[in-house]
């Protein structure tokens, strides 16, 4: 039976003339697991929130959703409720009670289920999920995964028989994001829940969906199951929408002759397949080549992408020597004993679980928090000797959420507050701007409102602002989070611009592949204090969890490769020397 | 939170009706009544009960500040009043009675008594159960100041966010021209405001999505009431409307205007007093038996 079937959906915002989607027609059907991908604003949120009426976004609509055989519209509104259960992006905003316990309680409540129903309900989830030991805390003591599932809970209660998942996991650290995805399975396996989610996250969903849709500029330009999409975007030769496969199936695909039905998705698919087609090529060789990679021939592509700086080696920018820090006189150390040191001209990356104390780390480098013992030194001298207007134009913060940095009506205004401060000459003030402009690509949403400009453009204009007071160094917070892959690869190449002569750059970050692939050197916040730093390559390559999907496909050949571009570089190379 | 508590079947586990019941005749005891011995009486088990449910660690911090107002209390008054007989000696010329002294003795501890019953009420009726005895009175009021609740810390740690960021891009460097801080902070909450809505925006969404609005709310947490519950109930509404019926005929009341007395003594009063004193003292015995039954246990095991 369909639960839903959409034909032919145009929507177009109110004061836009571009449809935000376009002619859309889907079906789909009980259990299905349908995972939506494709650039921010390319119309899967918009297209997510039809599936719920309550949440219809306010614009022109043509065409018709049926649910169950019936019109959306026509819904009675209890059904809708808890038929269809909606999970946001942002964890935080979804979350309306205090505690735990009442937020799962709050669906039912509204619906007016006597409490012996909703006491049940709520001991079945709360086992299901292995929620017993955090019931009572109150909201705010949750880490980022636990309030996602919390989220997850409280829509799950009401026994939907749709979940819709708007990138749900944008802001979870990898391990928590996979958590969360297997329960989605689970849900979908044993419940026969029909999922739609919208992700970024699509290494470790491919495998799970029944069906994929690749959208672009409101329009589905591919539908089907994961394999056949993969075929067919690789088949049409488009980029832009390469960069949504997984990156096992891609590597794969480069593979010279490649056999559509056997594209691989997982990491075990990945490795059987390199097994199979070495086994072809002729197993004893490649034995010996593989077990010592000459280290010429994957060097080119990482030092292609790596952004780095022109600055004497190992000078150092920034030193932090055994901070130990804490909120509150009871609370427990969240830095504890940290040492380490960022070098002019790198990209460092610091990776590590949510609620690690990453943003803490870079709040008390910046100065922002004053650590209870231990030294912070810019440039060899102690931050607290700095002056503080100096200490403030030499480092640059970039929070994670860029809706702080934003108290004027246009983004013009913002970037022109920012120069004000800055104790500039008039050229001077002048050049930077343009500077920034014409690096961001801001020209076109300066008279914008910054709450009217898509998440990329916002995180960039926050970049911007920092940027423009010129600092040495600049600390970045989950710069690509809620970023599509497309954004990203423009971010890196901003870094890449900006990042010359002896300034340097500490990001924190969940995302391993862009670590991976653009990181100087790489580190990992545990337990208090920083374990590394290292070369991304030879971090990498000892990690098990905090990878790249390639290296844990390719480790046991070739453990020296972590990002896609080796792997793809080392088989040509592998297939040119084996023909 | 819900607190935990160490013996589950104290005062604490009454239904909370009774337990409010309880707590409104307690400070209106302490605000109404005059006579000393039920004054001290009700102070007694004010204390008592905020050292049985915390082992007084809530009463050890405001107990200097409640001590000093009492004490203003009690030397302000024989200076700003000069009623009764009995003067004792002359303070600027003015006559210092001995009833004024009294009464501002009186005044103190039946201020003391509210005060800290206030630290009892607090560890016994929660915020939460405050909210479950009124929700069938009024159940969207209650869930907005539920979730009104949660926003007061959270907009808290906004502001210190967005205040970072702000300093992290040079603002508040102006020690010494407070308008400009002013300004500043003006923007601090600008910033709040526009993001907090945005927020709220999707709070909103995820209230609908979740059937908000859709028909009579009900409620998760109930409260039974048991046989202990029913039978703490009879025990309070006898000795309660007995304290009532004999305060209506006259008993237990004091005046220390226009003379000082001894307070009468007859058989009746006495037994009046009995009534009043098995009323305040029911959930002691109730927590003190509990802490007894529980060491017994704990010893035993």
């Known amino acids: 039976m369909a639960r839903y079937q959409i034909r032919n959906v145009t929507f177009t915002f109110p004061e836009q003339e571009e449809p935000a989607l376009h002619g859309i027609s889907l079906d789909i059907t009980e259990g299905e697991f349908v995972l939506l991908c494709g650039s921010t604003g390319s119309g899967k949120t918009t297209f997510i929130r039809h599936l719920k009426r309550e949440i219809w976004p306010e614009g022109k609509r043509t065409g018709s959703f049926l649910y169950d055989g019936c019109p959306l519209e026509e819904l009675p509104p209890q059904r809708a409720a808890s038929e269809i259960g909606m999970v946001f992006q942002d964890p935080e905003a979804q979350i309306v009670m205090g505690t735990v316990e009442q937020e799962l309680a709050f669906g039912l409540e509204n619906l007016g289920f006597p409490p012996a129903v909703i006491q049940r309900r709520m001991a079945e989830m709360v086992s299901f999920l292995g929620m017993e030991g955090w019931l009572r805390q109150s909201v ?32 979870l650290d990898p391990i928590a994001a996979k958590e969360f ?94 097994a199979r ?300 020397g084996s023909t | 939170m819900e ?61 200097p500040f409640y001590l000093l107002m009492a004490l203003i209390i009690f030397i302000s008054n024989p200076l700003l009043t000069s009623r009764g007989r009995t003067i004792l000696f002359y303070f600027r010329d003015l006559p210092v009675t001995l009833e004024a002294i009294a009464y501002g003795a009186i005044f103190a501890v039946s201020l003391l008594a509210v005060l800290i019953g206030f630290i009892g009420y607090n560890s016994i009726i929660t915020p939460n159960r405050f909210l479950y005895l009124f929700a069938r009175l009024a159940p969207r009021t209650v869930l907005v100041i539920t979730v009104a609740m949660r926003f007061v810390p959270l907009l808290k740690r906004r502001i210190m966010e967005i205040i970072r960021v702000q300093k992290s891009q040079g603002y508040f460097l102006y020690k010494k021209k407070k308008w400009l801080q002013a300004k500043e902070a003006m923007e601090t909450m600008h910033t709040l405001v526009s993001w907090s809505l945005e927020e709220a925006l999707q709070t909103g969404m995820s209230m609908r999505s979740r059937g908000y609005g859709l028909g009579k709310r009900s409620s998760a947490v109930v409260y039974r009431m048991e046989r202990r519950d029913w039978q703490m109930l009879v025990w309070l509404a006898v000795t309660g409307l007995l304290t009532l019926i004999g305060a209506a005929l006259g008993y237990g009341r004091y005046s220390v205007y226009p003379k000082l007395m001894l307070p009468d003594l007859s058989y009746l009063t006495v037994l009046h007093y009995a009534c009043f004193a098995g009323f305040l003292l029911a959930p002691i015995v109730m927590d003190i038996r509990e802490v007894m039954r529980w060491r017994a246990i704990r010893s035993g095991m």
């Open chain 1, 140 to 171: 705010h003591e949750l880490s980022g995964g636990q309030k996602q599932l919390l989220n997850l809970a409280s829509v799950l209660l009401l026994r939907p028989k749709v979940l819709l998942l708007d990138e749900p996991t944008a802001q």
């Open chain 1, 181 to 274: 995805l297997q329960v989605l399975h689970r849900l979908n396996e044993e419940m026969s829940i029909t999922v739609v989610i919208a992700e970024h996250r699509l290494e470790e969903l491919f495998p799970y969906a029944s069906r994929v849709c690749l959208f672009h500029r409101g329009t589905v330009k591919y539908a089907g199951p994961a394999r056949q999409v993969i075929a067919d975007v690789w088949a049409s030769g488009d980029k832009a929408a390469r960069t949504f496969l997984p990156a096992v199936s891609r590597m794969a695909l480069a593979w010279p002759d490649r056999q559509a039905e056997a594209i691989p998705l997982t990491v075990k698919e990945g490795k059987m397949w390199m």
């Open chain 1, 277 to 576: 087609v070495e086994g072809e090529r002729g197993a004893g060789r490649d034995a010996g080549e593989s077990s010592q990679p000459s280290p010429v021939d994957d060097a080119p592509s990482s030092g292609k992408l790596r952004i780095r700086g022109r600055s004497s080696a190992d000078a150092i920018m920034l030193k932090c020597r055994s901070v130990f820090f804490q909120y509150e006189k009871d609370s427990p150390f969240l830095l504890h004993g940290c040492s380490f040191e960022v070098r002019k001209g790198e990209l460092m990356a610091l990776m590590g679980g949510n609620g690690a104390g990453k943003s803490t780390l870079l709040r008390v480098l910046s100065s922002l928090l004053k650590p209870q013992r231990g030294a912070v030194e810019l440039d060899g001298k102690p931050l607290s000797k700095w002056k503080e207007k100096e200490r403030i134009a030499r480092i640059g913060y970039l929070a994670q959420n860029p809706l702080l940095y934003f108290n004027r009506d246009t983004v013009r205004e913002l970037l022109d507050e920012r120069l004000s401060r800055l104790d500039l000459s008039e050229a001077e003030q002048k050049r930077r701007l343009e500077e920034m402009v014409t690096l961001f690509e801001l020209e076109p949403i300066l008279n914008h409102h910054p709450y009217d400009i898509s998440g990329g453009q916002q995180q960039k204009t926050a970049l911007a602002l920092v940027l423009l007071a010129d600092p040495e160094l600049l600390l970045l917070d989950e710069p690509t989070k809620g970023l599509d892959p497309y954004q990203k690869e423009k971010l890196a190449e901003l870094l890449g611009k900006w990042l010359q002569g002896s300034r340097s750059i500490l990001m924190v970050s969940h995302d391993v592949e862009f670590a991976a692939r653009y990181a100087t050197r790489s580190a990992m916040l545990f337990n208090g204090s920083v374990i590394g730093p290292e070369e991304t390559s030879s971090f990498f390559q000892q990690n098990y969890f905090y990878t790249t999907v390639v290296q844990r496909v390719a480790a046991e050949r070739w453990p020296s490769l972590v990002t896609e571009e080796d792997v793809i570089n080392r088989w040509q190379a592998f297939a040119k």
């Open chain 2, 3 to 63: 607190k935990k508590n160490k013996w589950p079947g104290g005062f604490y586990s009454l239904h909370p009706a009774i337990s409010f019941i309880y707590f409104v005749v307690v400070f209106g005891a302490a605000v109404m009544l005059k006579h000393p011995l039920y004054l001290l009486t009700v102070l007694a088990v004010a204390i008592a009960i905020a050292v049985l449910q915390d082992g007084g660690r809530g009463l050890v911090r405001p107990l």
